[in-house]
Protein backbone atom coordinates (compact mmCIF):
# COMPACT_ATOMS: atom_id res chain seq x y z
CA UNK A 1 0.00 0.00 0.00
CA UNK A 2 1.23 3.37 -1.41
CA UNK A 3 1.97 5.81 1.76
CA UNK A 4 -0.82 8.20 -0.14
CA UNK A 5 -3.68 5.20 0.57
CA UNK A 6 -2.01 4.49 4.30
CA UNK A 7 -2.65 8.16 5.14
CA UNK A 8 -5.97 7.57 3.31
CA UNK A 9 -7.20 4.67 5.52
CA UNK A 10 -6.03 6.11 8.87
CA UNK A 11 -7.79 9.36 7.73
CA UNK A 12 -11.01 7.09 7.25
CA UNK A 13 -10.81 4.81 10.49
CA UNK A 14 -10.09 7.99 12.45
CA UNK A 15 -13.37 9.55 11.48
CA UNK A 16 -15.53 6.32 11.87
CA UNK A 17 -14.09 5.96 15.53
CA UNK A 18 -14.84 9.80 16.28
CA UNK A 19 -18.71 9.10 14.83
CA UNK A 20 -18.98 6.11 16.28
CA UNK A 21 -17.58 7.27 19.77
CA UNK A 22 -20.02 10.38 18.99
CA UNK A 23 -22.87 7.74 18.94
CA UNK A 24 -22.29 6.02 22.02
CA UNK A 25 -22.00 9.00 23.41
CA UNK A 26 -24.78 10.44 22.51
CA UNK A 27 -27.15 7.73 23.59
CA UNK A 28 -25.31 7.59 27.21
CA UNK A 29 -26.54 10.67 27.39
CA UNK A 30 -29.90 9.93 26.33
CA UNK A 31 -30.13 6.75 28.53
CA UNK A 32 -28.15 8.30 31.65
CA UNK A 33 -31.28 11.61 31.63
CA UNK A 34 -34.32 9.32 30.89
CA UNK A 35 -36.42 9.08 33.68
CA UNK A 36 -38.46 6.10 32.36
CA UNK A 37 -35.47 4.33 31.48
CA UNK A 38 -34.34 4.56 35.15
CA UNK A 39 -37.23 3.37 36.28
CA UNK A 40 -37.54 0.43 33.22
CA UNK A 41 -33.96 -0.61 33.45
CA UNK A 42 -31.93 1.12 35.88
CA UNK A 43 -28.77 -1.15 35.63
CA UNK A 44 -28.41 0.43 31.68
CA UNK A 45 -29.25 3.72 33.15
CA UNK A 46 -26.56 3.52 35.44
CA UNK A 47 -23.67 1.87 33.28
CA UNK A 48 -24.27 4.95 30.61
CA UNK A 49 -24.21 7.41 33.81
CA UNK A 50 -20.95 6.02 34.82
CA UNK A 51 -19.54 5.70 31.38
CA UNK A 52 -20.26 9.74 31.21
CA UNK A 53 -19.33 10.58 35.06
CA UNK A 54 -16.02 8.87 34.04
CA UNK A 55 -14.94 11.20 31.40
CA UNK A 56 -16.05 14.13 33.41
CA UNK A 57 -20.02 14.77 32.53
CA UNK A 58 -21.43 17.02 35.89
CA UNK A 59 -24.88 16.14 34.72
CA UNK A 60 -23.85 12.57 34.38
CA UNK A 61 -21.90 12.64 38.28
CA UNK A 62 -25.13 13.99 39.26
CA UNK A 63 -27.44 11.09 38.45
CA UNK A 64 -24.77 8.62 39.37
CA UNK A 65 -25.02 10.07 42.87
CA UNK A 66 -28.88 9.92 43.07
CA UNK A 67 -28.54 6.56 41.60
CA UNK A 68 -26.15 5.38 44.90
CA UNK A 69 -28.40 7.53 47.44
CA UNK A 70 -31.61 5.55 46.44
CA UNK A 71 -29.87 2.24 45.61
CA UNK A 72 -31.25 2.50 41.64
CA UNK A 73 -29.53 -0.15 39.50
CA UNK A 74 -26.57 -0.23 41.81
CA UNK A 75 -26.72 -1.02 45.54
CA UNK A 76 -27.24 2.00 48.10
CA UNK A 77 -24.31 3.52 49.09
CA UNK A 78 -24.23 6.73 50.92
CA UNK A 79 -20.37 7.32 50.53
CA UNK A 80 -20.76 6.57 46.79
CA UNK A 81 -23.18 9.21 46.27
CA UNK A 82 -21.25 11.74 48.33
CA UNK A 83 -18.16 11.15 46.28
CA UNK A 84 -20.29 11.44 42.79
CA UNK A 85 -22.18 14.46 44.73
CA UNK A 86 -18.99 16.01 45.03
CA UNK A 87 -17.05 15.85 41.77
CA UNK A 88 -19.95 16.91 40.25
CA UNK A 89 -20.33 19.95 42.55
CA UNK A 90 -16.72 20.72 42.09
CA UNK A 91 -17.47 21.67 38.79
CA UNK A 92 -20.09 23.86 39.76
CA UNK A 93 -23.62 21.84 39.02
CA UNK A 94 -25.90 23.61 41.17
CA UNK A 95 -27.88 20.76 42.43
CA UNK A 96 -24.80 18.75 42.98
CA UNK A 97 -24.12 21.14 45.71
CA UNK A 98 -27.29 21.45 47.30
CA UNK A 99 -27.54 18.06 47.83
CA UNK A 100 -23.61 17.58 49.03
CA UNK A 101 -25.38 20.14 51.66
CA UNK A 102 -28.17 18.27 52.42
CA UNK A 103 -25.81 15.40 52.79
CA UNK A 104 -23.55 17.44 55.16
CA UNK A 105 -26.34 18.79 57.13
CA UNK A 106 -28.18 15.30 57.79
CA UNK A 107 -24.69 13.55 57.79
CA UNK A 108 -25.54 10.95 55.27
CA UNK A 109 -22.11 9.55 53.91
CA UNK A 110 -20.37 11.71 55.79
CA UNK A 111 -19.86 12.99 59.66
CA UNK A 112 -22.68 15.82 60.10
CA UNK A 113 -20.77 18.79 59.85
CA UNK A 114 -23.35 22.15 59.83
CA UNK A 115 -20.30 24.86 58.50
CA UNK A 116 -19.81 21.84 55.36
CA UNK A 117 -23.49 22.06 54.77
CA UNK A 118 -23.83 25.98 54.90
CA UNK A 119 -21.07 26.21 52.07
CA UNK A 120 -22.26 23.83 49.72
CA UNK A 121 -25.90 25.36 50.41
CA UNK A 122 -24.49 28.95 49.74
CA UNK A 123 -22.33 27.28 46.29
CA UNK A 124 -26.35 26.60 44.91
CA UNK A 125 -27.82 29.42 46.05
CA UNK A 126 -25.76 31.99 44.46
CA UNK A 127 -26.32 29.94 40.90
CA UNK A 128 -30.17 30.56 41.70
CA UNK A 129 -31.09 27.15 42.96
CA UNK A 130 -33.97 27.87 45.08
CA UNK A 131 -34.16 24.58 47.76
CA UNK A 132 -30.81 25.62 48.45
CA UNK A 133 -31.59 29.57 48.71
CA UNK A 134 -34.43 28.27 51.41
CA UNK A 135 -32.04 25.86 53.66
CA UNK A 136 -29.64 28.59 53.93
CA UNK A 137 -32.08 31.04 54.54
CA UNK A 138 -33.19 28.57 57.09
CA UNK A 139 -29.30 28.27 58.68
CA UNK A 140 -28.61 32.12 58.94
CA UNK A 141 -32.45 32.34 60.61
CA UNK A 142 -31.53 29.66 63.49
CA UNK A 143 -27.70 30.23 63.17
CA UNK A 144 -26.39 26.59 61.81
CA UNK A 145 -23.21 26.50 60.49
CA UNK A 146 -23.15 30.23 60.06
CA UNK A 147 -23.74 33.22 62.50
CA UNK A 148 -27.20 33.70 62.78
CA UNK A 149 -28.50 36.66 60.64
CA UNK A 150 -31.79 37.98 60.24
CA UNK A 151 -31.48 39.94 57.95
CA UNK A 152 -29.55 37.21 55.96
CA UNK A 153 -32.28 34.96 56.44
CA UNK A 154 -34.79 37.20 55.23
CA UNK A 155 -33.17 38.58 51.95
CA UNK A 156 -32.84 34.47 51.46
CA UNK A 157 -36.28 33.78 51.81
CA UNK A 158 -37.19 36.68 49.92
CA UNK A 159 -35.45 35.55 47.06
CA UNK A 160 -37.18 32.21 46.96
CA UNK A 161 -40.70 34.28 47.84
CA UNK A 162 -39.61 36.44 44.21
CA UNK A 163 -37.71 33.95 42.19
CA UNK A 164 -39.62 30.86 42.66
CA UNK A 165 -41.10 28.64 39.43
CA UNK A 166 -44.57 28.06 39.26
CA UNK A 167 -44.03 24.67 40.37
CA UNK A 168 -42.48 25.31 43.95
CA UNK A 169 -45.58 26.92 44.95
CA UNK A 170 -45.27 25.14 48.25
CA UNK A 171 -41.51 26.13 48.11
CA UNK A 172 -42.81 29.66 47.72
CA UNK A 173 -45.33 29.59 50.09
CA UNK A 174 -42.80 28.62 53.05
CA UNK A 175 -40.71 31.43 52.09
CA UNK A 176 -43.53 34.30 52.07
CA UNK A 177 -45.03 32.58 55.62
CA UNK A 178 -40.90 32.52 56.95
CA UNK A 179 -39.55 36.33 56.07
CA UNK A 180 -43.03 37.63 57.06
CA UNK A 181 -42.30 35.91 60.72
CA UNK A 182 -39.12 37.17 60.32
CA UNK A 183 -40.07 40.58 59.29
CA UNK A 184 -42.22 40.88 62.12
CA UNK A 185 -39.40 40.89 64.73
CA UNK A 186 -36.56 42.87 62.69
CA UNK A 187 -36.51 46.94 62.83
CA UNK A 188 -37.64 48.48 59.46
CA UNK A 189 -33.98 49.39 59.03
CA UNK A 190 -33.28 45.74 58.79
CA UNK A 191 -36.31 44.86 56.49
CA UNK A 192 -34.85 47.65 53.97
CA UNK A 193 -31.32 46.13 54.06
CA UNK A 194 -32.37 42.33 53.90
CA UNK A 195 -35.12 44.34 50.47
CA UNK A 196 -32.17 46.11 49.67
CA UNK A 197 -29.85 42.54 49.36
CA UNK A 198 -32.41 40.77 47.63
CA UNK A 199 -32.87 43.32 44.87
CA UNK A 200 -29.33 43.79 43.95
CA UNK A 201 -28.66 40.16 43.98
CA UNK A 202 -27.38 38.19 41.01
CA UNK A 203 -26.72 34.71 40.18
CA UNK A 204 -23.14 33.97 40.12
Known sequence: MSGRAAMKLRFILAVFIVLVSTHVRAADVEDCVDKALVKKDPTRAAAACRRLADQGDARAQYNLGVMYAKGRGVTKDWAEAM???????DLGYAEAQHYLGFMYSLGL?????????????????????????????????KGEGVQQDTVQAHMWYNLVATRALASETVLRDLAVKTRNLLAAKMTPAQIAEAQKLAREWTPK
Open 83 to 89: KWYRRAA
Open 109 to 141: GVTQDSTEAAKWYRKAADQGHTTAQSNLGHMYK
